[in-house]
């Protein structure tokens, strides 16, 4: 369908907060928070602020996009995450949206050998997710236009000058 569901980064605050508040109400209370980039970095940033929590760390995961071909599932990208920093900790795993769910499928199974537990915070989770997250701010099926994607990337507006 056209229907579009739209997140404002003014609306983005206000989902970050109802997630820590969820989190807290929850009991979890997580060592580390480990975001999904690119589109995990901002509610994992405003999770550990509202959390007070300054462990944060990065996986990048993206879908591998060969030539013409995209595959079935996602792949953890270089640098890999040490597992050592992972051990014995309570991870809080973050990311925009369970679309399909298989981002977060393979994190959480990443981390599940070497931590004491693991859990998933969304701002969206769409009914066809195979992962269930722990918390989540809404739900939809509709494409999300998220703040930070919905503009193409910059472009110089003049030549840089000569250094
Ligand atoms: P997955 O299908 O593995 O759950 O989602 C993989 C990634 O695809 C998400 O982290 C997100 O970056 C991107 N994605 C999935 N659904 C949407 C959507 O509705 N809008 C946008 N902008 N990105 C999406």
């Not at 990065?58 to 595959?71: A, C, H, K, Q, S």
Request: with cysteine; aromatic share 10%; proline share 5%.
């Amino acid at each position: 369908s056209d229907e579009r569901e739209v997140l404002t980064y003014d609306l983005f605050g206000t989902a970050a907060r109802e997630l820590a508040q969820q989190v807290a109400d929850d009991g979890f209370e997580p060592d580390l928070i480990l975001s999904i980039a690119r589109g995990g970095l901002f509610l994992g940033g405003a999770l550990g602020y509202a959390l007070d929590v300054k462990n944060l760390f990065v996986m990048n995961v993206e879908f591998y996009t060969g030539v013409d071909e995209r595959l079935d599932l996602p792949v953890v990208l270089p640098p890999t995450l040490d597992a050592v920093d992972l051990t014995g900790a309570n991870v809080l795993v973050a990311d925009d949206v369970a679309d399909t769910g298989k981002t977060l499928e393979l994190v959480r199974d990443f981390c599940a050998g070497y931590v004491s537990a693991v859990r998933t915070a969304v701002v969206y989770e769409k009914s066809r997710s195979l992962v269930r997250c722990d918390y989540v701010w809404r739900r939809t099926d509709a494409w999300i236009d998220f703040p930070w994607s919905s503009q193409p990337p910059v472009r110089t507006r003049s030549a840089r000058p000569a250094h």
